[in-house]
């Protein structure tokens, strides 16, 4: 039966740990984040960032666009956010409509402001590196999310073998050169991938972002593996009071039994996630020159 990785509560100790620090700041910390059009799933992911900012006391605004915005004129808003001293860091919360070019849009945030760690020179940082993980970059939140949750285990990631499954540049390839880093031996499974199920079973440590419902099964994990689920999938449930319920990209309730630490969902990767967003915006402040 596996420990349980509790990632609220990590995320509760770092967060306070924010609090305090900004509390002792000459200034707040701003973070903007742009919402374009109106997904429900990216709204929940956005009012819960920005209950998480007032809660640490920084500055927050989310510009809402409308979704027929053209990617010129979405452009020319991020250039003034860059200019805008007020924040620290700029967001834009993904998915894009299907129109506007994500990665264009992406770089041009200033790379000294990316808290998303989505711009090139950011993800070229962690991809060009010493040993260790860089402390001047700016490393995708949910990545670095997951390597806290594995390190809090107390399991050393060094010679692991740990397969990442998704191969998304916000997730998946980000994470899988984060434990390069740590000196894990790494593998990325994507849905070319033949014969996944032998790939799992081979790993040390198994990370599931492939955002398919209770995808991985018993079957395809190892006694003993530690599994970090980073899905959040929406499942139709009549009766939840909200028509759906929340699953991970893991069969939570069998996997427990063989692995030997897992995360929940909700409650694992999640609110690290957003806590690690906190961290971004707040080593901005501390190292305006941090790219
Ligand atoms: N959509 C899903 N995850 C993320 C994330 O980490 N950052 C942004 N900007 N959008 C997302």
């Known amino acids: 039966m596996a420990q349980i990785i509790d ?11 924010i609090r305090q620090e900004v509390g002792k700041m000459g200034i707040k910390p701003g973070l903007a984040i742009i919402l374009v059009g109106n997904d ?19 500055y927050f605004e989310e510009i809402l666009l409308p979704r027929e915005i053209g990617q010129e004129k979405l452009i020319e808003i991020i250039k003034l956010l860059n200019e805008n001293p007020n924040f620290h860091g700029i967001l834009v919360q993904l998915p894009l409509p299907g129109h506007i070019d994500e990665i264009r849009v992406l770089s041009a945030i200033n790379p000294k402001k990316d808290v998303d760690g989505f711009h090139f020179s950011n993800l070229g940082r962690i991809l060009v590196t010493k040993r260790n993980t860089p402390d001047d970059a700016l490393i995708p939140a949910t990545a670095k999310a997951i390597l806290l949750l594995l390190e809090s285990t107390g399991v050393p990631i060094e010679g692991k073998k740990a397969v990442v499954l998704g191969r998304s540049n916000i ?8 434990l390069l880093q740590k000196n894990a031996t790494i593998e990325i499974c994507h849905s070319k991938t033949q014969n996944i199920a032998a790939e799992c079973l081979s790993a040390d440590i198994l990370i599931a972002a ?12 190892k006694e003993g593996t530690i599994v970090i689920d980073v899905g959040i999938n929406r499942i139709e449930d009549k009766f939840d009071p909200r028509g759906y319920h929340i699953v991970g990209d893991v069969d939570f309730e069998n996997v427990k039994n063989k692995a030997s630490f897992i995360t929940p969902v909700p409650g694992g990767v999640g609110p690290m996630t957003i806590v690690m967003l906190l961290e971004n915006t707040l080593r901005i402040v501390k190292n305006p020159d941090i790219v």
């Open 210 to 221: 492939i955002g398919k419902p209770l995808f991985v099964t018993k079957e395809m994990v």
């Open 171 to 178: 997730v998946g390839k980000p994470v899988a050169l984060l």
């Open 7 to 17: 990632g609220r509560l990590l995320a509760q100790k770092i967060e306070e740990q």
């Open 40 to 58: 429900p799933a990216s709204q929940i992911y956005v009012d819960s960032k920005e209950r998480a900012c007032h809660r640490v006391g920084f």
